[in-house]
């Protein structure tokens, strides 16, 4: 059954279905995204079974409980949406029980990769590149979590190799994010093991190289910003940095979520193009999200679940360093998206750091193993 979990995960992981719909229509979008709830069903019904997630399947009937209280516009869209992430949550437990560590950053080095290729066989005038994954700010964080699972390489030079590669992929998308959550999760691993400071030379020969790769189509407005903060610029370009951030937009959403703070808004009212705000774009916070559309409680649900993971992957940070450090990417990916609980690939690494940061063996004795 290797072969229907590697459908799935390329599925899922490389973003085919939307890359799919966004580039050869409607009708290459429907197929691959039933092939991929195809995929792990089939994979669900043959293989063994465990007991689910409980955590996020709670989580998910709480939040479509109350956010379908307050919902008005289509109700088969809600239908589908619901159906689909409890088939999903269901039925991907094993699929990424099942998926190893190195296979998991296989492909996401894959998907990095379609990055690079956007931004330097395919280079268009928006300059920000998110490759498979369409949106650059998605596609940076896609490169933080392949960065932050680089650590179970044992290879020195190969670690090297696979993080430079994250990290100017991670470039090509300009995302402010993945520069912010890069310099955060370097500064853990460095407290971690000192021997982690090289990977920050790694981090200067990337800008370097893209500092003088004067063939690159890149946002000027950003790039020029990027520079202000490393090269020799004697200013720092803040207002482009600071430009359009994150809590200027969730701004824009503090009443709605003051005056629905109980069972929230209704579902999507807080993803853009809702009559209920002023702007067309959406929230760019999950945790906003979750709270505006369907209140407190699955709020507090959505908060528990992904403190209890970051807390116990802190704990395996002297075995397994790369779960505290992709614990902090995933975090960082909820703060600045609002498409969880319809876009799988955070989702499925979410549940495959709940499984590993949950085993059970104790850490004392994975300790005295190494």
Known sequence: MKIVKYIAL????????????????ASVGAITNLLLFVAIIVYFFVSKKSKPVWPFVILGLSYFTFSGLQYFGDTSEFIKDAVRFFIFIFCINEITKDTTAKELLIFLLIGAISIAINALVFPDAFGRYGGFYLNANKAGFICLFGFALSYIVKNYKLKLLIQFAFIICGI??????????LVLINLLSIFTDKKNIQTFAVGAVALVVI????????????????????????EVEMQTITEGSRDETWAYFSDLITNNMLIGAGYKSMTGGSSLVSIEYGVHNTFLMVLGEAGILSFLLIIIIYLAITIRSFGYLQTHQEYAYLAIAIFGYLMVAHNYFYKYDVLFISIWLYHKVRQDSTLEEEIKAD
């Open 10 to 25: 390329i599925l899922i992981l490389l973003n085919v279905p939307t890359f799919g719909l966004q580039h050869f229509g």
């Open 172 to 181: 090509f998308t300009l995302s402010r994010s993945f520069m912010l959550f």
């Open 211 to 234: 500092f003088t790769a004067s063939t690159l189509q890149l946002n000027k407005s950003r790039f020029s910003a990027l520079h202000s903060l490393f090269g020799d610029s004697e």
